[in-house]
């Protein structure tokens, strides 16, 4: 079956660095999406990788191995702003119409 | 206002009531996307759109209907509600080209009693 792992919780302190990893097993690939999610309102986009290596936006680095099925999310200079749900998403197979495959997002608080 | 835009950001109806949630957004984005997001399940994907007039299931599309005779509206409607569909929806929607990322709009909180 088509499958997304996250950790569910995370803590991290103020100023710090953390890693949010998301392993996945689908029928194909075309893309992996990370999202941001604040209590209360809607997924807002913060990075996509289709090919192997980082993408480097501003605090916010997502890596990418397609052959382990693996990405990370890396944030830096934690702010407390950055406590949220972080949510993976991975695009399967070209031809299923845009269809996203989401995991259950990690939670990540943010402490002085 | 340029956008995507949900309504109504909130509801209570009762079981059997038919409830329609509406979506608009200005961007004139192919693909249009309902999830509903729930403790446990993540973002499940109800119906989806690529164009005007058509329109096709996602993962858990019993108990819904959709249209979508224009671009720019995609709304969802609960023939029947249950209180198994208290939930937070969510609209999206999407270029048909590059990454296709999505735009979401802030959600309808409904509960049926």
């Known amino acids: 079956g088509q499958n997304i792992d996250q950790p569910t919780e995370m803590t991290a302190t103020e100023g710090a660095i953390v890693q949010i990893n998301c392993t996945y097993q689908?029928?194909?690939?075309?893309?992996l999406f990370w999202y941001q999610q604040h209590a209360g309102e809607a997924p807002t986009f913060l990075s996509y990788n289709v090919l192997d290596g980082l993408e480097e936006k501003g605090r916010f680095s997502s890596f990418l191995s397609r052959s382990k099925g693996y990405s990370y999310l890396l944030l830096k200079e934690l702010q407390m702003k950055d406590s949220a749900s972080y949510l993976c998403?991975?695009?399967?197979?070209?031809?299923?119409?845009?269809?996203?495959?989401w995991g259950l997002g990690t939670s990540l608080a943010v402490n002085p | 206002d340029a956008g995507i835009t949900q309504s109504p950001r909130y509801k209570i109806t009762e079981t059997g009531r038919q409830v329609t949630l509406m979506c608009h957004q200005t961007?004139?984005?192919?693909?249009m996307f309902w999830y509903r997001q729930d403790l446990g399940h993540g973002l499940r994907l109800i119906y989806y759109s690529a164009a005007a007039d058509i329109t096709d299931k996602g993962e858990v599309p019993d108990g819904y209907v959709v249209s979508r005779s224009k671009t720019e509206n995609f709304p969802l409607t609960l023939e029947s509600a249950t209180r198994s569909q208290t939930s937070v929806y969510f609209c999206?929607?999407?270029?048909?080209?590059?990454?296709?990322?999505?735009?979401f709009g802030a959600g309808s909180r409904l509960t049926v009693l």
């Open positions: 999206a929607s999407s270029e048909s080209s590059g990454a296709n990322v999505l735009t």
């Open positions: 689908t029928s194909g690939f075309n893309g």
């Open positions: 998403a991975v695009r399967g197979n070209a031809g299923n119409n845009r269809k996203l495959i």
């Open positions: 961007w004139s984005h192919s693909y």
